[in-house]
């Protein structure tokens, strides 16, 4: 059946109403409502349009712009695809030793830290076993300078997270 002979049965270029028009298409007269209350379709518009509009609406769904909800699936799609690109990207970096979990290093950099502070401890002990020439007021200084880098060291706070790599991250 050709657009001749439909409209020998319909004129198409009337308007028609929602009960009939969501008949025409096999939808109920609720759904048309929805579409008109959406300005998918135009109230008093002809059949005709209505039938552009809705095959129009139609296939954009099909092609995943358009969705009845909130979700624009094309914007789903590519917002999964590229969270999965950040997870594979994060897997390989933990596989190449580039990133690990922040707890670890911690605990390796505590273990670091101690074994430092006793090499530093022992530092004075090494000197005076070495040196007759230094007096305890000589060890006394080297032993002060060692303490006070020892607590330069145990002051320091590392940022683990400093706010350029964030801002970085979100552009």
């Not at 596989?95 to 390796?108: A, D, K, N």
Request: hydrophobic content about 40%; proline content about 1%; glycine content about 6%.
């Amino acid at each position: 059946m050709n657009v001749v002979d439909i409209n020998r049965v319909i004129d198409i270029s009337k308007p028609a109403t929602q009960d009939k028009f969501g008949g025409l298409i096999g939808v109920s007269q609720k759904t048309v409502s929805g579409l008109v209350s959406k300005n998918i379709l135009l109230a008093d518009d002809s059949l005709e349009n209505w039938l552009i509009k809705y095959c129009e609406h139609i296939r954009e769904q099909a092609a995943g712009r358009a969705t009845n909800g909130d979700l624009d699936l094309a914007t789903e799609r590519a917002g999964l695809a590229r969270e999965q690109r950040l997870r594979l990207e994060m897997q390989n970096a933990v596989t190449r030793r580039e990133y690990g979990p922040i707890i670890e290093m911690e605990l390796g950099l505590a273990d670091v830290l101690a074994m430092v502070s006793a090499k530093l401890d022992a530092i004075v002990g090494k000197i005076k076993k070495r040196s007759d020439a230094l007096t305890a007021d000589d060890l006394d200084v080297v032993s002060t300078v060692i303490s006070d880098v020892r607590n330069d060291v145990a002051d320091t706070v590392i940022e683990w997270f400093d706010e350029d790599s964030e801002e970085d991250d979100e552009t």
